[in-house]
């Protein structure tokens, strides 16, 4: 059995909802909140597209993930579980992608074209059953599930704790540059709940150069 549908950051006045509640407890996220003025999260479509960025972009910098990203779509241009799985090794490698990177997507397309993932279901899913199907696949660890709770499925309080941009954001902005912990990071957004992922948009949009979006 799975959870009635859950709240969406897609819907704009949700998200107007979480800007009023986050400036009005944390004068950081309102500075921030201020300064980013219209732009808001908006969802990035079809699940599978997402995941691929995603995996796309583990451990390396924004500039060389979108650059593999542009020649995958050369390679395959749609983008679909059937065309990754038809590309070979091969050619995806060509794209720049190491051994390891070619082997998760192809485990993903595997998963997606044999339903052995409920992707059908994620929108009524709880966060942590999401998380729970994603980890099946080989490539897909909590931080890359997170990331598609954000940008795919706009779930609002998601928070990344091992995310490198958020922990820089929280560094810079609350702990005056020092290094912090996933305990320091989890009292900060303790403030947040329930619109951790709102919080975390903003910061990430401090950062220079921004974070790739998946």
């Not at 859950?6 to 407890?25: E, I, M, N, T």
């Not at 944390?26 to 597209?49: C, N, W, Y």
């Not at 609002?156 to 954001?169: E, I, M, S, T, Y």
Request: a positive charge; one cysteine or more.
């Amino acid at each position: 059995m799975v959870a009635m549908r859950q709240v969406s950051l897609g819907d704009a006045s949700v998200w107007a909802q979480a800007c009023k509640a986050l400036a009005r407890r944390d004068p950081v996220l309102d500075e921030r909140i201020r300064q980013a003025g219209s732009e808001r999260l908006t969802g990035k479509g079809d699940p599978f597209r997402t995941l691929v960025r995603s995996i796309v972009g583990q451990q390396i910098s924004v500039k060389a993930a979108d650059a593999i990203w542009r020649r995958l779509m050369v390679v395959c241009p749609d983008c679909r579980p059937a065309g990754i799985a038809a590309a070979g090794e091969a050619s995806l490698a060509s794209c720049g992608l190491s051994k390891r990177k070619v082997d998760y997507l192809q485990d993903l397309a595997f998963h997606f074209l044999t339903r052995k993932i409920r992707f059908d279901c994620w929108k009524d899913m709880t966060d942590e059953e999401v998380i729970a199907d994603l980890v099946q696949v080989r490539g897909i660890g909590r931080w890359t599930a997170e990331m598609f709770l954000i940008f795919n499925l706009l779930r609002p309080n998601v928070l990344p704790l091992d995310d490198a941009g958020l922990q820089k954001a929280v560094s810079t902005l609350y702990f005056s540059g020092e290094p912090v912990s996933r305990s320091d990071i989890r009292k900060i957004a303790a403030h947040w709940e329930p619109w951790c992922t709102v919080a975390t948009w903003y910061l990430w949009r401090s950062l220079t150069p921004l974070p790739v979006e998946y």
